[in-house]
């Protein structure tokens, strides 16, 4: 009898061992989601708050042929800031990439260095590759909102 109840505490030991790998494991797995989780929700929270609209006129959009310099007007419409300068904008124009040594952004209400909700800058492109003829379409990304102009010069 000795013998059985022996066998039958190590086997209960053993149970207890795994189950406390299993419950390890686990706790592991959740807190490594629950992370991922509000890292995530943070990513989405700014693009929720970043919001813009293109308020240039497609028709009347000005353009210099002589410097080629193309100047678009970008209201913030969303509930957040973002600095005024060229690297916090993605431009790509009839389908090329526009670089930031291109791009010159200016806060069209005044002078400051963040583009708060509710104003406007204007966005001054440098590139020869518009298309003075006929149709161009320009599609500009801040903080992953994206907006797409179509303008005719």
């Known amino acids: 009898m000795a013998s059985v109840s022996a066998s039958h505490l190590i086997i209960f030991i053993a149970s207890l061992v795994i189950a406390a790998g299993v419950v390890g494991t686990l706790t592991t797995g959740v807190d490594r989601v629950s992370s991922a989780i509000d890292d995530r929700s943070l990513d989405v929270t700014q693009q929720v708050r970043m919001d813009m609209a293109i308020i240039s006129d497609p028709s009347d959009t000005p353009y210099d042929t ?20 060229a690297s916090a ?45 006929g149709d161009n379409r320009l599609i500009l990304t801040v903080n992953e909102d994206q907006e797409t102009f179509e303008f005719t010069t």
């Open 89 to 133: 904008f993605d431009v790509v124009l009839n389908g090329q990439f526009v670089g930031n040594d291109n791009i010159a952004v200016d806060d069209a209400n005044g002078d400051s260095n963040v583009w708060r909700p509710g104003d406007v800058v204007a966005i001054t492109i440098t590139d020869d590759s518009v298309d003075t003829t």
């Open 66 to 85: 002589g410097t080629n310099n193309l100047t678009i007007h970008v209201r913030n419409t969303g509930s957040q800031g973002v600095p005024i300068e």
